[in-house]
């Protein structure tokens, strides 16, 4: 008997369908998916998990936060324990009656770990057992069964370079985390998170907002005319773009006729080349711009390859293998009723050559369509991310695009003014990806020495504007220039930013909390807020995986790294402490009181423990409003044009945030907000009678 694990129950269904050709049974309770099946008179049991079946934690003696000096935990012993016990049993059970261990986990520092720990655990029962890998890039009949007839061993470096990462990540995480949680008596489910990923990630957003905060505008004006030839219209800016004197503006403006001569005109070709195969980080900054979480786009992406629609999607390469067969690919893709009329056009191409990025990896190929869906069997997200997919990779084969530029001199009352068009004159990629093409500007024709009419003269005023803040796909793009986190963990650090009410909207704004952290870090932890020292340990645990360096070399290397932080933390506590107290004080001020001018502050009733606004006026102020029970509640800095109220933002999992007027009897609580999903009736559950915040 063979017994094949996979990293989770779906796709232990798909390969065990894929190789017995749909004969497989399903069997077995107890958290795991058995799969029985027979393969030319052989029999195999194919058991899907949840993921990894140990985990590493620190021996119970270190478990008591409160009892245990958070600085202890950083050369305490760290020990292996199962995530289910009972799935556990079950893997050895059935190792014990096999003959060949087939590890079919995803191919990554994770699926290999899964793997290296189940082969552990199952030569504790099993000792004599062959084990052996299957490789796979897509969950596709081609590809499973082409690694199951070439199977190979273990990548046990790759495994070590996981184990390193995981903990690296346990005592950085547990340490720090307990530290600065401790001193400022942040408990429970209020406790401050830090990380070495996490914090040089925070810092990023922390110190974009203080460059748009410390930002000084500069004031310009700028002069544009608006002509007519033929009866169409088209605008020409004048040829200094931005005056930052007002009079001379002015002075300029004043001389406008009530015509423009053209006194040239050009236009020149320009060639847009194709865009590069998607990996990981593309896909998930494109996934954003349509306006997909990272983690929501990865988390879509993985189902959509457990179903064998697209390749493996936590990649860094983006050079297609040459063993990929792009012809076949497209034959097969062309059954797609809404996009296989686009397959057929690049087959028809007289040579087909795909474009290269810069990342070149033999873990897996770009990520790329590897199945057949109609937009009907999708929900809206999958379609949208499969789309976006299958439409990047027809633009990697398909032929460049030509745009025409068009610049038009003109002169009115002795001054010059430019005028710029552009149009798509060959389509090229631009035809099957359409997410980059930009609105064309279309000039009417026009001769030099052709007098047009000045329809209209505009003299604006305008300030430069701060650097914009990140987005989610942008951040995640920092993030890997940076070296910080991976490509399977970009999308899970930012979202644990989120949870933990240090960051909000998108694009991203640091809570008060979040900023304080971060200074306080920066100012008390030496270097753990830059990413310098986790790119430095990101390279090591590559090489690790390369097979270059042991993996208890660079967790050792690790630990002394935090000694470091924590000589530098304890000897600043105080100060520490204070400047995160701060922020989180900062943070419970929600705006501006209406009637007082004091502080709307976030409180908690005695009596009900139910949260509310209240001013810091009390008790001269009693202005009091009731609050969401449940969600973070963030300033946005904004008041209600109806009643002049704070706005507040209202985060709650699984929810779109919404915006909220604090005044419970605001015209707005009877007419849907901007921004808001759903109605205000939670907010007046949590209403007050009076200051004091007694129900």
């Known amino acids: 008997m063979k017994l094949i694990i996979t990293e989770k129950k779906t796709t232990a269904k798909r ?4 190789l017995s050709h749909d004969r497989a ?76 261990l087939i590890i079919a986990t995803d191919f990554d520092r994770e699926g290999e770990l899964i793997g290296a720990d189940v082969v552990a655990k199952v030569l504790e029962v099993n000792p004599d057992i062959k084990v052996k890998r299957a490789r796979f890039s897509a969950l596709t009949q081609g590809e499973i069964e082409q690694a199951f007839s070439n199977l190979e061993d273990l990548y046990y470096n790759l495994a070590q370079a996981g184990e390193a990462r995981q903990d690296i990540d346990l005592v950085w995480g547990a340490s720090l985390t307990r530290f600065i949680s401790l001193a400022s008596t942040r408990l429970g489910k209020q406790f401050l998170s830090v990380g070495r990923v996490q914090s040089p ?27 007519e030839s033929g009866g169409e219209e088209f605008i020409a800016h004048h040829k200094n773009e931005r005056f930052l004197v007002r009079g001379e503006a002015e002075e300029t403006f004043s001389h406008l006729a009530e015509t423009a001569e053209v006194v040239g005109v050009s236009e020149t070709e320009r060639k847009m080349e194709p865009p590069v195969p998607f990996n990981t980080t593309s896909l998930l900054s494109a996934a954003a711009a349509l306006g997909l979480s990272a983690a929501k786009a990865m988390s879509v992406a993985e189902n959509l390859y457990i179903n064998g629609l697209i390749s493996y999607p936590r990649v860094d390469n983006t050079v297609y293998p040459q063993s990929l067969d792009l012809n076949g690919l497209l034959s097969e893709l062309s059954a797609s009723p809404e996009l296989g009329a686009y397959c057929r056009e690049i087959l028809s191409l007289p040579k087909i050559t795909p474009t290269r990025g810069k990342k070149q990896t033999t873990d897996h190929p770009p990520i790329h369509p590897t ?17 976006l997919v299958f439409r990047r990779f027809l633009a990697t084969l398909a032929p460049a695009g030509v745009i025409s530029n068009m610049k038009v001199d003109l002169v009115t009352g002795g001054e010059p003014f430019i005028a710029r068009g552009s149009r798509v004159l060959k389509e090229g990629w631009l035809r099957y990806y359409p997410y980059q093409r930009r609105k064309e500007v279309i000039l009417p024709p026009l001769a030099q020495g052709e007098r047009v009419r000045v329809v209209d003269r505009l003299l604006e005023e305008s300030q430069t504007q701060p650097p914009p803040r990140y987005t989610q796909g942008k951040l995640i793009e920092k993030m890997e220039e940076l070296g910080l986190g991976t490509k399977s963990t970009r999308h899970s650090i930012i979202e644990s930013l989120y949870e933990r009410n240090y960051i909000h909207g998108d694009p991203i704004m640091p809570t008060e909390t979040g900023i304080a952290v971060t200074e306080a870090l920066r100012k008390y932890a030496g270097h753990i807020s830059t990413p310098d020292m986790t790119s430095q340990l990101e390279r090591d645990m590559d090489a690790i995986a390369e097979g270059e360096v ?9 630990r002394k790294m935090l000694e470091d932080i924590f000589d530098m933390m304890e000897g600043s506590k105080q100060d520490l402490v204070e400047e995160i107290r701060n922020g989180i004080r900062e943070d419970k001020i929600l705006g501006t009181c209406p009637n007082c001018g004091g502080n709307l502050r976030m409180l908690k009733a005695r009596k009900s423990k139910k949260r509310f606004v209240g001013c810091s006026g009390y008790p001269q102020c009693t202005t009091t409003y009731p609050l969401p029970q449940q969600g973070s509640v963030v300033a946005t800095g904004e008041t209600c044009g109806e009643c002049g109220s704070p706005k507040v933002k209202v985060m709650t999992p699984k929810r779109r945030p919404w915006v909220l007027c604090l005044d419970p009897q605001c015209i707005t609580k009877r007419k849907p907000q901007e921004g808001e999903v759903g109605d205000d009736a939670e907010a007046n559950d949590g209403a007050v009678d009076s200051a004091t915040g007694d129900k």
């Open 201 to 227: 990630t925070l810092a990023l957003i922390v110190d974009r907002e203080r460059q748009r905060k410390e930002f000084v505008p500069t004031t310009f004006w700028t002069v544009r005319i608006r002509c």
């Open 550 to 558: 042991g993996r208890e070399e660079v967790v050792e290397k690790s």
């Open 15 to 18: 390969i065990a369908q894929i």
């Open 25 to 100: 049974r399903q069997e077995g309770k107890g958290g795991g998916s058995l799969y029985v099946f027979n393969v030319n008179g052989e029999e195999y049991r194919c058991l899907g998990l949840k993921g990894h079946i140990l985990k590493v934690d620190f021996p119970p003696e270190y478990q008591q936060w409160q009892g245990v000096d958070p600085r202890e935990l950083v050369h305490a012993q760290i020990v292996k324990l199962p995530n289910n016990k009972t799935l556990l049993k079950n893997i050895q059970k059935y190792a014990q009656k096999a003959e060949e």
């Open 371 to 387: 199945g057949v869906a109609s937009k009907t069997e999708l929900s809206a997200h999958e379609w949208k991310v499969y789309e």
